[in-house]
């Protein structure tokens, strides 16, 4: 299996934006599709966004309004998720994923092949 390693994390001010970054430190992503989930104080994971390696797909919850953007830089072997107009409600440990596929339910149900460590982004004034 990879292993995913998450960066970019940290305190942004409401309106905000912020780019956190997932690449691998054993693996290739390859075959994966990989994406993104965060878990809020008190709440429960929510699936954000994913993306395929190869070709690019990319599959986007409908309830993230258009705040975040999903890429890949193949240069970098990462994958990064841009995020704007920050909220304090955004507050939470977002989290790298990938899996073998991009469609069906197995992202919006978390049930993925493996996971990142998680990084912590705090909405703060």
């Known amino acids: 299996q990879v292993q995913l390693v998450e960066s970019g994390g940290g305190l942004v001010q409401p309106g905000g934006s912020l780019k956190l970054s997932c690449t691998t430190s054993?693996?290739?992503?390859?075959?994966?599709?990989v994406g993104w989930f965060r878990q809020a104080p008190g709440k429960d994971r929510e699936f954000l966004a994913a993306?395929?390696?190869?070709?690019?797909?990319?599959l986007y919850a409908d309830a993230i309004e258009g705040r975040f953007t999903i890429s890949t830089d193949r240069a970098q072997n990462t994958v990064y998720l841009q995020m704007s107009s920050r909220k304090p409600e955004d507050t939470a440990v977002y989290s790298c994923?990938?899996?073998?596929?991009?469609?069906?339910?197995?992202?919006?149900?978390?049930?993925?092949?493996?996971w990142g460590q998680g990084t912590l982004v705090s909405v703060s004034s």
């Open positions: 994923a990938a899996h073998t596929g991009l469609y069906g339910v197995s992202w919006y149900v978390g049930s993925v092949d493996c």
């Open positions: 993306i395929r390696w190869s070709g690019g797909d990319t």
């Open positions: 054993r693996g290739s992503f390859n075959r994966y599709a």
